[in-house]
């Protein structure tokens, strides 16, 4: 089993940046694809970033293409969310998740991910 804990979530103004981490634990992730989502008030969960195993694929999001970065790293087992030029529209609790199967070409969609965290929340001002 999995276990993925997010950190780095806080308030921060807007045009602000903020890296969020996920640490793994229990088993390794390096061979899993991995993936960032996110749901804000009201709303349903929704993509944000996914990045393959090897880190050689990564999808983002039109809304924060250009401002958010995934990265991992296998020996630590934790995977990142660089996010600068933050906006308010972008305040949400944000998820991290990890496939199950080895080798996977990363997935858009939540389905696709049988671990998840708890969440970090992230607020911007305006």
């Known amino acids: 089993q999995v276990q993925l804990v997010e950190s780095g979530g806080g308030l921060v103004q807007t045009g602000g940046s903020l890296r969020l981490s996920c640490a793994a634990s229990?088993?390794?992730?390096?061979?899993?694809?991995m993936g960032w989502f996110r749901q804000a008030p009201g709303k349903e969960r929704e993509f944000v970033a996914v990045?393959?195993?090897?880190?050689?694929?990564?999808y983002s999001a039109d809304s924060v293409k250009g401002r958010f970065t995934i990265s991992r790293d296998n020996a630590k087992n934790t995977a990142y969310l660089q996010m600068n030029s933050l906006k308010p529209e972008d305040t949400a609790v944000y998820h991290c998740?990890?496939?199950?199967?080895?080798?996977?070409?990363?997935?858009?969609?939540?389905?696709?991910?049988?671990?998840w965290g708890q969440g970090t929340q992230v607020t911007v001002a305006s």
């Open positions: 229990g088993r390794t992730v390096s061979r899993y694809a």
């Open positions: 990045i393959s195993w090897n880190s050689g694929t990564t």
């Open positions: 998740a990890a496939s199950n199967v080895y080798y996977s070409t990363p997935d858009r969609t939540a389905n696709a991910y049988a671990y």
